[in-house]
């Protein structure tokens, strides 16, 4: 378009930004942005939001935030895509900072404003200001009320160990829940590895969905963490009678435009024997400085030993090696991932970030977590 000198608008701007976004191309994405700085449409509603959602789903929320404040004439979709992206970064405390921005400037919230603070508070462990702002909606924005900010609720309390609290909150919803009510209490029994509320949690969500996997998934792990392995081939003949597939863990960088993505123990990359040796490298250096495999992770009922093993071949342990072996050193790397990091996985990548000196972004099915310097940006609440 641009060589045939068609003068791209803020149409093409969003469709090519949303198809970045949906690559995660974000280098891409920031080629597509340098032209519209160059066009002077950077700061255009339409543009603006459109890049801003861009660098968020790409792990870039520092980007997004700069964008954010550029937009001249900024809309509700602006304020609450600023909000969400900030609580879907784990950045609580932003996405408050930016409501009260919001109301200051004159801006009525809407429903999804309240989603995207609701997740804030549940991704950061702010229990008493969650309480604080479904009280509200609930009381005052009740035409507004869905089932997704009960579910925001449930998994707020759930994480926060008032297990018991969020079971009585689902049973007492004025409408009927949904699986997705009853996935985030079950997700917290994870969590707390509490049984009895999970089982009681899955039979709910059999009655609704006998085919939802990830219930079978949640409730076979939590399982195998107590070490109830007869309970694990029950919960997986169950899913092979009922012809339930348990969707695949894998994890993928994106590299010069190219996707590399990964599963567990894979063997099939062209690099795979350099990023296998690069992963011995660091589980040595790992060890040095005092870590510990915590086997609770490989639900496998097979020798310590062998538990240790799988956990190396997880995929966004892969994925992190091949990122380190493929790009410039001190560069951040961005892993992407369809399931939830595993506890370990998340300890080890910690370490590893502290051990090669850089930023590592892990977006997994729940959020984005920023590794530097041994620490991550949920602060081990996730």
């Known amino acids: 378009m641009i060589r045939e000198g068609v003068f791209p608008n803020q ?11 949906g690559l995660e191309a974000v280098d891409k994405g920031r080629e597509v942005h340098t032209v519209a700085i160059k066009l002077d449409l950077e700061t255009d509603v339409s543009v603006g939001n459109s890049l801003l959602v861009m660098y968020t789903e790409c792990g870039n929320v520092h980007d997004s935030v700069a964008v954010f404040k550029r937009i001249e004439g900024k809309n509700t979709v602006s ?10 970064h784990g950045c609580g405390i932003w996405a408050l900072i930016f409501f009260n921005q919001m109301l200051r400037t004159g801006f009525e919230p809407d429903e999804f404003t309240f ?22 909606i609930t009381r005052y924005k009740s035409a507004s009320v869905d089932l997704q900010h009960y579910t925001c609720m449930v998994d707020i309390l759930g994480r926060s160990g008032k297990l018991h609290e969020a079971e009585e909150l689902v049973k007492n ?9 009853w996935l985030a209490l079950l997700s917290a029994c994870r969590v707390h590895s509490n049984v009895d509320a999970a089982e009681r949690a899955a039979k709910s969500i059999f009655s609704l969905d006998p085919h ?14 107590a070490g109830r392995w007869a309970d694990v081939s029950r919960t997986r003949v169950r899913m ?53 495999a915590d086997q609770r992770f490989a639900l496998h009922d097979v020798e310590d030993e062998q538990k240790e093993e799988m956990l190396w ?29 595993c506890g370990d996985c998340h300890e080890v990548i910690k370490l590893i970030s502290g051990v090669v000196g850089r930023e590592i972004v892990v977006r997994d099915s729940g959020r984005f977590h920023h590794f530097k310097n041994g620490v991550c940006s949920c602060s081990d609440y996730w």
């Open 11 to 21: 149409s093409t701007f969003t469709s090519v930004l949303n198809s970045c976004r």
């Open 115 to 136: 989603t995207g603070l609701l997740s804030a508070c549940s991704r950061s462990g702010m229990l008493q200001k969650g309480r604080r702002f479904f009280e509200y």
């Open 212 to 225: 939802c996997s990830a219930a079978y998934v949640l409730l076979s792990n939590l399982y195998a963490s």
């Open 79 to 88: 304020w609450n895509s600023i909000i969400v992206g900030s609580a879907q």
């Open 313 to 341: 071949c997880h995929s966004e342990r892969l994925a992190i090696g091949f990122a380190l072996i493929s790009s410039v050193e001190g560069s951040g790397i961005t892993v992407m991932k369809n399931l939830r990091v």
């Open 240 to 292: 092979r009678h009922g012809g339930v597939v348990k969707e695949r863990g894998s994890s993928w960088v994106v590299m010069k435009g190219k996707k590399h993505e990964f599963v567990s123990g894979d063997r099939g990359h062209p690099l795979i024997e350099r990023i296998y040796e690069k992963l011995r490298w660091l589980r040595e250096k790992l060890k040095e400085v005092g870590y510990v």
């Open 173 to 181: 919803m004025p409408m009927k829940p949904n699986s997705m009510v």
